[in-house]
């Protein structure tokens, strides 16, 4: 009897291989990058880094700031100075302005010359001057020989006037004594009514006569004396204005109003003068020396007389502050506690001018880019903060508030106004 087949279970395998077609497939050896474990990290890393930088690439790029110059801030005495560059200059001086024109004639002293009071400096010649003054010298001639003839010509009616006036003062008294005598004739019956009223009439005209006589001859005096007193003042203006040439024509002679020493006079012979032209200044250094600055005007409400200033040569104190502004300038004038040095005229002298008493303040160095809204650093970056700042002076600004000591500050201009910048 034959027994049952069993089934071959590598014939039934091979057999389900072939149904399913894994029997074409076989192992691959592994990439040669993962059979080294150190080309393995190396492709990690590029992978990484690669991740990084696209991530950057996605965030805002931040703005660098090239040659950027940081100050920290520090505590210290803020002191309230103003550094000044002033020259030196003699306390009393006098400008020599030309105060007539004319033609230099002659010069009769050089630059650096110690001169007196008095002492000739130079002459001027005006021809347009002489000849006003000869036309004048003729009005005053002529007005006064028309006061003469005036005076001539109310002299004669005076007299005239008063001959009329004796003539009709006698017939006057003639008139009274004729009716006089006709009166107590008529009275007695002697001679007619129409006889003395004749002569009572020849009275009263004789007498109307005297008095028009008198009245016209007071109106004439006085049109004669105003006359005459309206041409003296005429003669009087013409006298002034001719005294006035003849001041003017001595000024083309310059003298050296006090003693000293003659400065910045380059006069030559046949320049031509106009009034107001600086010619130069008499310096007198024996009264002393001072310190002339100029001061922007941003600080002129804080200027004061007594302020004290340090300078290498000594202590000084402010004198006077000369309020005309000129170019965004005003001008001080100090003088020394002490005997002043001895500096010569146009010496330039530093200094520094003491606004108020030092105080404990936080300071930071003065830039461009110390604003209200001023960058300070925070690792490699600068970030943007508001902060109070107080008082400049010396090249120092007072913080009174937003900045704690130690804290870098950017004080070079920044390269735009963003909230954050990069350093390089």
Do not use: C
Not at 18 to 44: F, H, K, N
Not at 271 to 294: F, H, K, N, T, Y
């Amino acid at each position: 009897m034959n027994s049952p087949t069993l089934p071959d279970p590598i014939a039934g395998a091979a057999a389900d291989t072939v149904q399913r077609g894994t029997a074409m497939d076989r192992a691959l050896p592994p990439p040669r990058w993962r059979r080294t474990p150190m080309l393995a990290a190396l492709a990690t890393a590029a992978v990484f880094g690669l991740a990084l930088l696209l991530a950057w690439q996605r965030q805002p790029q931040l703005q660098t700031v090239r040659a950027a110059q940081l100050a920290p801030v520090r505590a210290g005495l803020f002191r309230d100075e103003l550094p000044l560059r002033a020259r030196a200059e003699p306390i009393r001086s006098v400008q020599l302005d030309a105060v007539e024109a004319g033609l230099v004639e002659s010069v009769q002293a050089r630059d650096g010359d110690r001169v007196e009071v008095g002492a000739p400096l130079y002459r001027l010649r005006s021809p347009e001057q002489e000849q006003l003054l000869m036309q004048r010298g003729a009005e005053v001639a002529q007005q006064m020989a028309n006061v003469s003839a005036q005076r001539s010509a109310q002299a004669t009616s005076l007299a005239q006037n008063r001959r009329e006036l004796a003539r009709l003062q006698a017939e006057q008294q003639q008139a009274e004594a004729d009716y006089g005598r006709l009166a107590p004739l008529a009275a007695a019956g002697f001679v007619s009514a129409a006889a003395l009223e004749q002569a009572r009439r020849q009275q009263a005209l004789a007498t109307q006569l005297l008095e028009q006589a008198r009245q016209d001859q007071r109106i004439e005096a006085d049109i004669h004396a105003q006359s005459l007193a309206e041409m003296a003042r005429a003669v009087d203006g013409l006298q002034h204005g001719l005294r006035l040439l003849q001041e003017a024509r001595a000024r083309l002679q310059q003298t050296a109003p006090i003693a000293g020493q003659l400065s910045g006079f380059t006069l030559q012979v046949g320049a031509s003068v106009r009034p107001g032209d600086r010619l130069g200044r008499i310096d007198d250094p024996a009264g002393g020396m001072q310190l002339a600055a100029e001061v922007d005007e941003y600080y002129l409400p804080r200027l004061r007389a007594g302020q004290l200033a340090t300078s290498a040569d000594g202590p000084l104190s402010l004198v006077q502050t000369l309020p005309q502004v000129q170019g965004g300038k005003v001008r001080v004038l100090l003088r020394w506690s002490g005997p002043p040095p001895a500096l010569q005229p146009g010496q330039a002298v530093e200094l520094r001018l003491q606004l108020s008493r030092p105080a404990p303040a936080l300071l930071l160095p003065d830039g461009p880019g110390v604003q209200t809204r001023l960058y300070v650093l925070h690792g490699r970056e600068l970030r943007r903060r508001a902060v109070r700042l107080g008082r400049r002076a010396a090249g120092q600004v007072e913080v009174l508030g937003g900045l704690a000591a130690g804290e870098q500050v950017l004080l070079s201009q920044p390269p735009s106004d963003a909230e954050r910048l990069a350093l390089p």
